[in-house]
């Protein structure tokens, strides 16, 4: 049980934010929310992660709501070598490192 | 980043033989490695955790005695398939942290495509 939901899949033209939801709503105050990526028949890459606070990347920004039973990952300007699967991950602040991966949102860039 | 390297990057095997995948902190040590493994069109599925020096942990369902892992160093983890069958075919993937990079994000190997005919 991921414990997180997300759209299966979303699309968006190349250069154009995207704008990527993830619900998860049992959060519990000492869960922080990861964001990886898989671009296809490669491992997940680390794209970030936050807490409370919205936080800022060079790869992208992510957006906590206030109650953090949701969460934004945004790519501010896609290109098509950001298609790929996205998953957002709860990760419990003692729990050491093994992920559960939900099923992640499938983005399509188009050019 | 730190780096994560497997080895092979694919590989094909008749059904019945044995398969070993490495996994491979390149830059760090790492007393913890994961392994993961990922059928078509599905998510990532934790396999069990490896530890070094010690037993590795697995996850329920996961049968400990087909699936051997041993992490005898502190950078390097393999996973071996025994007496592998068409139905172990998939993506196996292990990922470790780096203490170095405060064990923020977990970096992950390129993958391993497993083919039993």
């Known amino acids: 049980d991921a414990k997180t939901t997300q759209p299966n899949s979303m699309e968006s033209n190349e250069e154009e934010p995207v704008h990527l939801p993830c619900n998860h709503s049992?959060?519990?105050?000492?869960?922080?929310i990861h964001w990886y990526r898989q671009l296809p028949s490669q491992g997940p890459e680390y794209v970030i992660h936050?807490?409370?606070s919205n936080v800022n990347n060079r790869m992208a920004s992510l957006a906590i709501a206030e109650d953090r039973k949701s969460s934004t990952l945004i790519l501010h300007r896609a290109t098509l070598r950001d298609a790929a699967v996205y998953y957002c991950i709860r990760r419990r602040k003692d729990s050491g490192y093994a992920l559960n991966f939900g099923k992640g949102t499938s983005l399509l860039v188009t050019p | 980043g730190a780096v994560v390297s497997q080895h092979p990057s694919w590989v094909i095997c008749k059904s019945g033989t044995s398969v070993k995948i490495e996994c491979r902190s390149l830059?760090?040590?790492?007393?913890?490695m994961f392994w993961y493994r990922q059928f078509p069109k599905q998510s990532l599925m934790l396999m069990a955790t490896s530890n070094e020096g010690s037993k590795a942990t697995y996850e329920q369902g996961v049968e400990k005695d087909k699936f051997l892992i041993n992490h005898a160093s502190l950078t390097l983890s393999t996973l071996t398939v025994t007496s592998a069958h068409p139905e172990d075919s998939s993506f196996y993937i292990c990922?470790?942290?780096?203490?170095?990079?405060?064990?923020?994000?977990?970096?992950f190997g390129q993958g391993t495509r497993l083919t039993v005919v």
């Open positions: 049992t959060i519990s105050g000492t869960d922080y």
């Open positions: 990922s470790a942290s780096s203490p170095r990079q405060g064990n923020i994000e977990a970096f």
């Open positions: 936050g807490l409370t």
């Open positions: 830059d760090f040590q790492a007393t913890t």
